[in-house]
C-alpha cells in the first residue's frame, strides 16, 4: 500500500509555526485519503486534519483555523501547515493514507511546543 515517512517536526516556541510533510513511496494503489492525526503523551489518538483526494478537508475541533493541510498534484506528498502552536499541540504527529485496502501509517514525527 506504500511506505510513509514524516519529516518536519521539532521544538517551537508557543505561538510560532512548523511544516511538516509526509512522503508516500511504492505507490501502487490509488490513495483515496490522506491525513494527519497525533497522540500526546497519556491520551488517545486524534485526528488532525484529513484531505480526500478530490480536496475536500476535515479538520479537528482543536486546530480549525490554525492548520491547514495540503498536497501535491501527484497525492504523494502531502503537509500539514500549523501555525499559532499552542502547548497542547505537543504530540507525536502520524501520516496515514487510505486506499481500498485499507490506512497505513507513518512512523511519526514528534512536535513539541514550549513556553
Known amino acids: 500500500q506504500g511506505q510513509l515517512v514524516e519529516s518536519g517536526g521539532g521544538e517551537v516556541q508557543a505561538g510560532g509555526s512548523l511544516r511538516l510533510s509526509c512522503a508516500r513511496s511504492?505507490?501502487?494503489?490509488?490513495?483515496?485519503?490522506m491525513g494527519w492525526y497525533r497522540q500526546a503523551l497519556g491520551k488517545e489518538r486524534e485526528l488532525v486534519a484529513s484531505m480526500h483526494v478530490g480536496g475536500s478537508t476535515v479538520y479537528g475541533d482543536a486546530v480549525k483555523g490554525r492548520f491547514t493541510i495540503s498536497k501535491n498534484k501527484a497525492n504523494n506528498m502531502w503537509y500539514l501547515q500549523m501555525t499559532s502552536l499552542k502547548l497542547e499541540d505537543t504530540a507525536v504527529y502520524y501520516c496515514?493514507?487510505?486506499?481500498?485496502?485499507?490506512?497505513?501509517w507513518g512512523q511519526g514525527t514528534q512536535v513539541t511546543v514550549s513556553s
Open positions: 496515514v493514507s487510505t486506499t481500498a485496502w485499507g490506512k497505513t
Open positions: 511504492q505507490n501502487i494503489y490509488p490513495i483515496n485519503v
